[in-house]
């Protein structure tokens, strides 16, 4: 049998955001697609960029190299089927992070970690 690690702001090195700003974010997922959102993503290599785990009802998304966190989204659950991601919150510092703000760094991140735990499941 695998053990599956359930990810904390403990399994690796984590600063929280310095300068949140709100962000424009609605995402519903599946409780199934929740499951493997909630096992976040540590990285492996040096290539992989991201650390990603949950806490509370809060996921964290944090660069693997700088250990800074940049995004921050809510999660709700709406019903037995289906979660809600809102309340989104990035860095704003432009000297910790320069990426993209949209939707889309965001869906795809998601995208990531539920491919990833889906795929070593």
Do not use: Q
């Not at 806490?55 to 809510?74: D, L, V």
């Not at 432009?94 to 795809?108: C, F, H, Q, W």
């Amino acid at each position: 049998m695998i053990k599956i690690e359930i990810l904390t702001r403990n399994s690796w090195k984590f600063n929280p955001i310095n300068m949140p700003i709100p962000l424009e974010y609605n995402r519903v997922l599946s409780l199934n697609e929740l499951k493997l959102l909630k096992r976040g993503l540590k990285p492996k290599v040096m290539e992989d960029k991201w650390f990603i785990f949950l806490e509370e009802n809060t996921m964290h998304f944090a660069r693997s190299w700088t250990r800074y966190c940049i995004f921050s989204i809510e999660i709700k659950i709406l019903n037995n089927e289906t979660v809600l991601l809102y309340k989104a919150i990035m860095e704003s510092d432009k000297s910790i992070y320069k990426g993209g703000t949209s939707d889309s760094v965001l869906d795809d991140l998601i995208a990531m970690v539920i491919r990833y735990n889906k795929k070593n499941d």
